[in-house]
């Protein structure tokens, strides 16, 4: 595959960074990842505004906007030969001197990955489980996409590999987070519940996007802190994230549930499709 970095398209097997970049030696590194439908990068508004902001809490100089990012993903696009893409945008801080830095880092290496990633012709089905691993707190005042998955990674390896399993982290102190890779929501009735930020989850794009879908859809929507016994009187449950989009859970532990023929799942799922068909790129408040 073709990667773009620091301004030039190259072979994976060529790109490469310095063992002084601060985001291999510190984690001082943040990415975003997006979908890629028919050539038009979905939300890529929301993301960027999300990476920008991330970047100034970090004091990585850097600012990145639609009419810079467009044109190299469509070169990018080009160069790979697709059309549908899964893309990884990663920012580091750049090179420093082996030592805790507190100055600002004026020369980040900005990458951007691509690989092949179709439009699902049916909506998957996960089954989740509760992971003994607790989700860690965020390293800030909030939870940013930085290079820190240790956590996630631990969860992973507890979980296993298997494709059709997400893991569900609980707080510390017994609530419910969020997945592995993935925000968490359930319904009652006419009410979509799901965990609120300040248990320290991270605030997806996906997450926020479909919480304005569920206004659209006259669906009350409320986030807090709640105990997993919660689960227990959900009616539908699923997660989200911006690769894997809405993914209806058909079990949790030894509870099933409607999975993909869920009603709410079901219709969230047919507004995410209806805003993707109509190629959306800029933000979930179009
Ligand atoms: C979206 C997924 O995973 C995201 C991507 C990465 C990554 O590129 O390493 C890590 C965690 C997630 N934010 C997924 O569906 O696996
Ligand atoms: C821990 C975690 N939570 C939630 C999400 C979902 O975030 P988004 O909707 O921005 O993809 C991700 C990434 O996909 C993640 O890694």
């Not at 750049?94 to 030592?99: F, P, T």
């Not at 992971?131 to 965020?138: A, E, G, K, M, Q």
């Not at 290079?147 to 569900?168: C, D, Q, V, W």
């Not at 969020?178 to 979509?192: A, C, D, K, P, R």
């Amino acid at each position: 595959m073709i990667v773009f970095a620091n301004g030039e398209y190259i072979s994976s097997d060529e790109v490469k960074i310095s063992p002084f970049d601060h985001g291999f030696l510190y984690g001082l590194g943040l990415f975003e990842t997006f979908r890629i439908y028919e050539g038009h990068p979905f939300l890529l508004d929301d993301h960027l505004a999300r990476l920008n902001e991330g970047l100034r809490t970090l004091g990585i100089k850097a600012e990145y906007r639609r009419h810079e990012i467009l044109p190299i993903l469509k070169g990018l696009l080009a160069a790979n030969s697709l059309e549908n893409a899964y893309v990884r945008m990663n920012v580091s801080a750049g090179n420093g001197e082996i030592g805790l830095q507190t100055a600002e880092y004026e020369e980040p290496n900005l990458i951007l990955f691509m690989k092949p990633l179709g439009t699902p012709s049916q909506l998957g089905e996960k089954k989740l489980a509760l992971l003994n691993i607790r989700r860690n707190t965020p390293e800030g005042a909030t939870r940013l996409k930085s290079h820190h998955y240790l956590n996630n990674i631990l969860a992973k390896r507890e979980l296993g590999a298997s494709s059709e399993a997400e893991g569900i982290f609980l707080t510390r102190e017994g609530f419910l987070a969020e997945g592995i890779v993935s925000n968490l929501f359930w319904t009652e009735g006419e009410t979509l519940f799901t965990p609120s930020v300040e248990t320290g989850i991270l605030n997806g794009i996906t997450r926020q996007f479909v919480m304005k879908l569920a206004g659209k859809l006259q669906l009350g929507v409320q986030e807090g802190f709640y105990p997993q016994e919660a689960l227990l009187e959900a009616e539908e449950l699923f997660v989200t994230n911006s690769i894997q989009e809405v993914v209806p859970v058909s079990m949790f532990g030894q509870k099933t549930f409607p999975g993909k023929e869920g009603r709410v799942v079901q219709a969230l799922s047919r507004q995410y499709g209806e805003c993707r068909r109509k190629l959306w790129t800029r933000n979930s408040l179009q």
